[in-house]
Every structure is written in C-alpha cells, then in structure tokens.
C-alpha cells in the first residue's frame, strides 16, 4: 500500500510541477502502475503486485539517471544510460516471465 502511496502522489503532484515534455508518459506510468498495484490487491494476488513493483522500481533508477543526463544537455551520458537501461530492463523481464506462472494460483 505504501507504494501505491507513492505512484498515486506522483500522478497527483504532476498537475502541479512545472510541465515537461514527458508528462503524458509520466502520467500513463503512474495510471498503470497504480491500476497494476490495486488490482493485484483486491484479487488477492500480491505476489504479481510485488513483481510489477519490483520492474517498476528497478527501471526508475537508471530512466531517471537518464533524463537527468538529458536535461544536463549530456547526450552521449543519456545514449550510454538508455543503452544500460534497454539491457538491464531486460533481466526483470525475463524474470517475471519464468516466476509469473508460479505466482498465480488458479
């Protein structure tokens, strides 16, 4: 719940920040991060919840650190970033799709 704290605050808070270029991909991000984490809540299924939390978390790190890089006019840093970001999203990906089917429980 702390989580879903937490996306439902940035997608709140955007309406009031100053408005960048990606807001529309923020704002789909947060929708879908917030629906993801609610339902797995109300069909019981918080293991799903804890992975969707997980690949979500652990691509922020480095898409943040690349639009910082962006903003910084540091395009070489950003491609370097996004190229890191591109391979080690990747990881979680697969993860999920060799632990998503233990997870659920039909």
């Given at each position: 719940?702390?989580?879903?704290?937490?996306?439902?605050?940035?997608?709140?808070?955007?309406?009031?920040?100053?408005?960048?270029?990606d807001f529309?991909?923020?704002?789909?991000?947060?929708?879908?991060?917030?629906?993801?984490?609610?339902?797995?809540?109300?069909?019981?299924?918080?293991?799903?919840?804890?992975?969707?939390?997980?690949?979500?978390?652990?691509?922020?790190?480095?898409?943040?650190?690349?639009?910082?890089?962006?903003?910084?006019?540091?395009?070489?840093?950003?491609?370097?970033?996004?190229?890191?970001?591109?391979?080690?999203?990747?990881?979680?990906?697969?993860?999920?799709?060799?632990?998503?089917?233990?997870?659920?429980?039909?």
């Amino acid at each position: 719940m702390l989580e879903m704290g937490y996306y439902t605050a940035g997608l709140v808070s955007q309406f009031f920040e100053v408005k960048r270029k990606d807001f529309m991909q923020m704002f789909i991000h947060h929708v879908a991060t917030v629906f993801l984490i609610g339902m797995s809540f109300i069909c019981s299924r918080t293991r799903i919840g804890a992975l969707v939390m997980l690949v979500h978390d652990f691509s922020d790190i480095s898409l943040e650190a690349c639009k910082m890089a962006k903003y910084l006019k540091k395009t070489e840093a950003a491609n370097v970033l996004l190229a890191a970001l591109e391979f080690l999203s990747l990881r979680p990906e697969l993860f999920i799709i060799r632990t998503v089917f233990s997870t659920v429980r039909l």
